[in-house]
């Protein structure tokens, strides 16, 4: 009897070990497609640096809609430079958990209006390693006509997975956040913008006035 239910309890054990290492071999190989799937999408961007001296619409017209381009079937705002990670990645329109397998999403505002949030999944390939970034960090956005937008991490929060207000709370420019491992939070970045001054050439002739 006890051999019986010795038994019983090591095929149970197996099978547990063989359902574990089976499902982590299905979150690397999620988390490389994921990766893959970014790095196509990027280099089908094509995005072309803005002219320095136009002046860009959006400043003009802050409440336009962001321009988007659609590859294989999705539409995407432009992509996001993250440098301490060295990550860049293709940044979804609209936001589905669908699309977050493939790229992080626009959750909700406007590059322009300073007041977008980008969630993602926490792939090592996306989001992941949020927890080795801090104040100070650099974070770039490009949008689809070339502009860019650069910002500095100004605080780093955990906000309560059903904590919604408190997401969108705050008067931040920027805000990136993904799941932590436990699913029950978001583990988020609040990000400043940093506004280049033009300057003048100092040999440029100065106006003469009588």
Not at 14 to 35: D, H, K, Q, S
């Amino acid at each position: 009897m006890k051999n019986k239910k010795g038994n019983f309890l090591m095929t149970v054990g197996i099978i547990l070990m063989v359902g574990a290492a089976a499902l982590t071999a299905y979150n690397l190989l999620t988390e490389y497609l994921a990766g893959r799937q970014s790095e196509e999408v990027l280099y089908n961007m094509d995005i072309k640096p803005a002219g320095e001296d136009d002046i860009p619409f959006y400043e003009i017209y802050p409440d336009m809609p962001m321009p988007v381009k659609v590859i294989d079937g999705k539409e995407y705002i432009g992509k996001l430079y993250i440098e301490k990670l060295d990550r860049e990645l293709p940044i979804l329109s609209e936001f589905s958990y669908d699309g977050l397998r493939t790229a992080p999403c626009r959750y909700k505002g406007s590059i322009y209006k300073d007041d977008m949030i980008i969630a993602g999944h926490n792939y090592k390939t996306h989001f992941g390693n949020f927890r080795s970034l801090t104040i100070g960090d650099k974070v770039t956005f490009t949008d689809m006509d070339g502009n860019v937008f650069e910002y500095t991490i100004d605080a780093v929060e955990n906000v309560d997975g059903r904590n919604i207000e408190g997401m969108e709370a705050g008067d931040w420019d920027l805000s990136l956040f993904t799941c932590n491992y436990r699913g029950d939070a978001r583990v988020t970045m609040r990000c400043k913008r940093i506004i280049q001054q033009k300057t003048v050439d100092a040999e440029m002739p100065q106006p003469f006035f009588i």
